[in-house]
């Protein structure tokens, strides 16, 4: 009998990390219907019979990149190339009202979490794996741990709440349920993420909070490294700093941003801190946590950002001296409060010039911290093998956003394994190392 030949689909994933959750639970599906599924395509392997795009909608770079991919893939559609183009994620929540007049080569226009639908479309059978499975796409030893969708915070100058909703705590029993399986098939280490990570288990019956669930999962034998990212400020649970002071395999290390210090600014953001409770934050983190790495982003740019405000800013990036740090330019979103209520005055010309100042100050902290690494050691596991170096991180350094750790090849060591190594030489984002 002839071998029916399977629908070969390629799942293209745009954006963040929760954008690669939702993809990794869409190609297990797609998986278990039938279907070759790919998260990665090259000319070598020829053309895909169908494309599925996860879009991007969280600012206007990644919206125009999510529209020159779907166009690109459209051109193919338009000839019959491949045989069926399906959009799905922010963008596509989004606009997707618009989109279908604009781009008809789309066959189809899904939500960010309709995972059958595109299943439905594109295989002969729905899938009937449990609803937290995935095909983890990182390296086997990492995946991203999403515990929430949604948003409650509705900042001035963030549409994500109008994208996905209002907060909602996925429950305790099926994260673990999830955890266990990742660590069945090797996972270690979890990036817990979500759109505000403090804001979990509010709208949950009974006493469950961030802290108690990062406890839990801290619980399960093989989680070796747990990470906590987008933390928000306001009304920060400080229960969640002794989980992380007392747990060894919870990283000392938070990501939480923090967008700004001026008074003035953050409350045109709808922020609900002010720049003195931001410190005494700050301050708490670092007393109850000691040896923390504080990852943050900052916005310049926003309306009521004079000379002062960012003079400000700059103040405290110096007297912070974060470990990590990134920063991006204001740019009006469609339907945010900022664009119904607050004129965008400043030129981008200074937008783009106080982002390039407060960058440079920023590479000269990160290499004078750095450099006080090095004679010191750390344990770090090895994400892949690049050149002539085995490329890691320690705990404190997310996957892909964080410094790396170099090592130089040497027999024995696998992507996976976790060595001890003394810091040799460091530079502003990367150091150099040696197996101790």
């Given at each position: ?51 599925v ?12 990149e ?24 922010c963008?596509s ?14 066959d ?46 509705y ?30 098939r ?21 006493d469950i ?12 034998d ?69 040896g923390?790495?504080?990852r ?12 002062k ?11 912070q ?116």
């Open positions: 009998m002839k071998a029916v030949k399977r629908a070969r689909v390629f799942v293209n994933t745009l954006g963040c990390s929760k954008n690669l959750v939702d993809s990794e639970r869409l190609l297990r599906r797609l998986q278990d219907a039938g279907c070759e599924v790919h998260y990665q395509w090259n000319a070598a392997k020829g053309v895909p019979d169908y494309v795009i996860n879009t991007c909608g969280f600012i206007s770079d990644a919206k125009v999510s529209i020159d991919e779907i166009l690109g893939w459209a051109v193919m559609r338009r000839e019959g190339v491949i045989k069926g183009l399906y959009v799905m994620g963008l929540e989004r606009y997707r009202k618009d989109m279908p007049e604009e781009i008809p080569e789309v189809g226009w899904f939500g960010k979490t309709d995972w059958n639908g595109i299943v439905d479309v594109i295989a002969s059978k729905r899938s009937s794996v449990e609803l937290y499975d995935r095909l983890v796409t990182t390296p086997a030893h990492h995946a991203y741990l999403k515990i929430a969708e949604g948003c409650n915070r900042c001035a100058f963030c549409a994500i709440p109008l994208i996905t909703g209002r907060f909602k705590s996925r429950p305790v029993d099926e994260i673990l349920s999830e955890v266990k399986m990742l660590v069945s090797g996972v270690r280490e979890f990036n817990v993420i979500c759109q505000e990570l403090t804001g979990y288990g509010k709208d949950l019956p009974g909070d961030i802290a108690k669930l990062i406890d839990l999962i801290a619980d399960i093989g989680v070796e490294w747990i990470r906590l990212h987008y933390a928000y400020p306001a009304d920060f649970p400080m229960d969640l700093l002794d989980v992380m002071a007392r747990r060894k395999n919870v990283c000392k290390y938070l990501d939480i941003a923090l967008q700004h210090v001026s008074d003035n600014v953050l409350t045109n953001m709808r922020r609900h801190i002010t720049g003195e409770e931001t410190r005494a934050l700050l301050k708490t983190i670092r007393s109850r946590v000691p923390i790495h504080i943050t982003t900052l916005m310049v740019g926003f309306p009521g950002e004079g000379e405000e960012f003079e400000e800013l700059k103040e405290f990036v110096k007297e001296r974060f470990e990590r740090m990134g920063a991006f330019a204001y740019c009006e979103e469609d339907d945010t409060i900022a664009a119904k209520e607050l004129e965008d005055i400043i030129p981008e010309e200074v937008k783009q010039a106080r982002l390039d100042e407060l960058m440079m100050l920023q590479e000269s902290i990160s290499y004078e911290i750095q450099q006080q690494k090095v004679g010191q050691r750390y344990s770090v596991v090895i994400d892949r093998v690049e050149g002539e170096h085995f490329i890691g991180r320690t705990e404190y350094d997310s996957p892909e956003v964080d410094p790396e750790v170099l090592i130089p090849l040497r027999a024995g060591l696998n992507p996976g394994d976790v060595v001890d190594v003394k810091i040799v030489e460091a530079s502003p984002f990367d150091l150099i190392a040696e197996v101790v």
